[in-house]
């Protein structure tokens, strides 16, 4: 029967990622595709850009007062990565279509945020001397995470986020209050070649922004300001300083603060930077809720914590057109990477790509694939068709040799209430000319492929 396709019943016992082993269950969705990916660590690969890339930050934050922590494991909790967080029990980001479970209890990170509480507690002080983290006033995170996703240019399974949080004591030693700290603090923080065009206060009328309960407006509008501040050194030290603007124009670089909503942030930001003629996000910030920090037993704190995707920031700074190019070997690529010098990648020649169309008709709720957005025995009653699901077939068939997967139409038949769709995969090796047999043998698996696991009828 179709729904047992990727369910238990085919379902090995175990899972090893990274060397270690795992119990599975119904929730288990991680495709044997996905696994070699966990121990590339492309953040710590001397010389790769995305090494580079988190260098280049890391050097704006002190390590007598940030603990840097680069290896934390990519297995966690559901509490680690959604429960102490505060999303809702319904939030999307939890369903098996968005993430990667290794069981019921565990997932491949989704955020670097995942670590949050258990690096609060790690800075309490007290009896924890010489402990990692033990006494200082932040951190940063560096590591790699798992989204279930569309697939384009800019969007891989597997990309690297940098966490960093910073805390201010309200019973600091010389009695001075959040507000007098962060002011001597913004004495020394120069900003040079950014140019903020939206900043986007608390107080701003009309946007919502509220204040955390338990912190004062000025309170929060302190921390708010020391966040933007740091975050805005950052994209001045990446595109005007290190990317070299500085020395080549007398522009400025362009941003704005974007309102926006996180579960453990209150008030949230994003921060978009203007380049190559679009606002780009690049990150997302906020005032630490305070039942977090509560939580971690860092009551008597105040702070920020922000999230960076790294090769969404790498991609603008060394202008690198498609994220796959990111995990290739050729020597080519990698190559043209020195730690600590910045020079515009030079695409090697593009090889020609290949598109083919693949139409099929959607199954029905009742009997459809529960691969990943549907739990066995939930009776969710949703869709029988998820596109996520759609997309990490594909991946899994093709590997990198897919490029991008677009949806082109897509109609409800008027007589049975059945649902078509017909996606257009575009086939291209970054590295070599694909074959036309290659490619037709390619679309030949996807398409037994999904009639196998996902029980679609093709059209
Ligand atoms: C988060 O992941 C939050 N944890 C960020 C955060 C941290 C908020 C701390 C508040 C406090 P978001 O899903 O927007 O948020 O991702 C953060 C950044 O990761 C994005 O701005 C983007 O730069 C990058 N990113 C997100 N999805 C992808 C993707 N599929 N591919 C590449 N980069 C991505
Ligand atoms: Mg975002």
């Not at 016992?13 to 599975?24: F, R």
């Not at 590339?40 to 850009?49: D, F, G, K, Q, V």
């Amino acid at each position: 029967p179709r729904q047992s396709s990727s369910q238990p019943t085919d379902l090995p016992n175990t899972i090893t990622l990274a060397n270690i082993t795992y119990n599975t269950d119904a929730h288990t969705n991680i495709p044997p595709s996905l696994t070699p990916y966990l121990s590339r660590t492309l953040h710590l690969h001397r010389h790769h850009p995305i090494s580079n890339t988190r260098k280049t930050i890391e050097s704006l934050f002190p390590t007598t007062q940030y603990e840097i922590y680069n290896t934390l494991p990519p297995v966690v909790t559901v509490a680690q990565n959604f429960d102490c967080l505060g999303f809702p029990s319904d939030h999307v980001g939890r369903s098996r279509s968005d993430t990667y479970y290794v069981n019921r209890h565990q997932v491949l990170r989704t955020h670097t945020s995942a670590h949050q509480a258990e690096k609060f507690r790690a800075m309490q002080s007290g009896g924890r001397e010489g402990e990692e983290g033990a006494g200082k006033m932040g951190y940063l995170i560096s590591a790699d995470v798992y989204r279930r996703d569309a697939i384009d240019r800019s969007h891989y399974p597997v990309f690297h986020q940098m966490e960093g949080a910073r805390l201010f004591s309200r019973s600091h030693p010389s009695a001075k209050t959040i507000e007098e700290q962060v002011e001597e603090e913004l004495q020394g923080m120069k900003v040079e070649g950014v140019e903020v065009v939206e900043s986007c206060a608390i107080h701003e009328e009309g946007n919502g922004v509220q204040v955390e309960k338990g912190h004062s407006v000025s309170e929060a509008e302190a921390v708010a300001k020391h966040l933007k501040r740091q975050l805005e050194m950052v994209v001045s030290k990446i595109f005007y300083q290190a990317a070299g603007t500085a020395a080549t124009s007398e522009e400025k670089v362009k941003v704005r603060w974007v309102s926006a909503y996180f579960p453990f942030t209150s008030p949230s930001y994003e921060l978009e930077v203007w380049w190559n003629g679009e606002w780009l996000e690049v990150l997302g910030c906020g005032v630490i809720k305070q039942d977090l920090l509560n939580y971690a037993g860092q009551g008597d704190k105040i702070g920020w914590a922000f999230g960076v995707g790294i090769e969404r920031i790498a991609m603008l700074m060394y202008g690198i057109p498609d994220i796959r190019l990111f995990w290739s070997n050729d020597e080519r690529f990698s190559g043209q990477f020195r730690e600590g010098a910045v020079k515009k990648f030079e695409a090697f020649s593009k090889y020609p790509g290949c598109y083919k169309d693949v139409a099929f008709w959607v199954p029905s709720s009742e009997r459809g694939s529960a691969a990943g957005g549907l739990t066995v025995g939930e009776g969710t009653g949703g869709e029988g068709f998820h596109e996520n699901d759609f997309m990490e077939l594909v991946r899994g068939v093709g590997g990198d040799l897919v490029e991008d997967v677009k949806l082109i139409d897509e109609f409800t038949h008027p007589k049975s209430g059945r649902k078509s769709m017909c996606y257009r995969i575009n086939y291209r090796s970054l590295e070599r000319t694909l074959t036309n047999e290659e490619v037709d043998g390619l679309q030949e698996r996807v398409r037994s492929t999904l009639t196998d696991k996902l029980g679609v009828e093709l059209r």
